[in-house]
């Protein structure tokens, strides 16, 4: 971070984490103990971009949402942190 290379910390989370209060308490340590990083998450179970719940708490943790190009994702990106949009 000192030497001004650090983009985002990326979480990427395995399929089996399914949207729901333990998941959710679980990416919420892992923002804080992040601290001040920019802080991105990818889900790769597709229950969590359809999920009304996801965007309000990404918000809500300043993070970013990250997805790759697949059929299971709805065709507009959920936008959390519109200056790391793409």
Known sequence: RRAGRLGTLLFQYPPSLAPGPTAEASIRT??????DWP????????AWWHSARTLP??????????????????????????????
């Open 30 to 35: 892992a923002c804080e103990r992040a601290r």
């Open 39 to 46: 802080f991105a998450v990818e889900f790769r179970n597709p």
């Open 57 to 86: 708490f990404l918000t809500d943790l300043d993070a970013t949402a990250v997805s790759v190009d697949a059929p299971t994702l709805p065709p507009t990106p959920l936008v959390t942190t519109p200056h790391l949009s793409l």
